[in-house]
């Protein structure tokens, strides 16, 4: 049975930075490609960012592109998304969820397993 779990949210200032972990159980990271999508309060789930199977490719959405970053480390079968200068609007439920492709993917369709998210809250 596959599982994904993330960790890492909690609640943080505007400006400050956070990092979130995706442990996966059942199923291994390795070659398969990954992402990260938020929701927010009342709005659909929405694409943050995603690694390629083999770490070559990465892609992100504009909201965040220069101040998030996705990583992988295969060994330990976790993925990564390091958040700085977070803004109130980063506020959200975050899932990481990984796809049987090796081909990094911003489409929600294109994941088959999916963590149960963890909070993330920007505010003063």
């Known amino acids: 049975q596959v599982q994904l779990v993330e960790s890492g949210g909690g609640l943080v200032q505007p400006g400050g930075s956070l990092r979130l972990s995706c442990a996966a159980s059942?199923?291994?990271?390795?070659?398969?490609?990954a992402g990260w999508f938020r929701q927010a309060p009342g709005k659909e789930r929405e694409f943050v960012a995603t690694i390629s199977g083999n770490g070559a490719t990465t892609y992100y959405d504009d909201s965040v592109r220069g101040r998030f970053t996705i990583s992988r480390d295969d060994p330990k079968n976790t993925v990564y998304l390091q958040m700085n200068s977070l803004k109130p609007e980063d506020t959200a439920l975050y899932f990481c969820?990984?796809?049987?492709?090796?081909?990094?993917?911003?489409?929600?369709?294109?994941?088959?397993?999916w963590g149960q998210g963890t909070p993330v809250t920007v505010s003063s």
């Open positions: 969820a990984t796809s049987t492709e090796s081909w990094a993917a911003i489409d929600i369709f294109r994941y088959d397993y």
């Open positions: 059942g199923h291994t990271f390795n070659n398969y490609a």
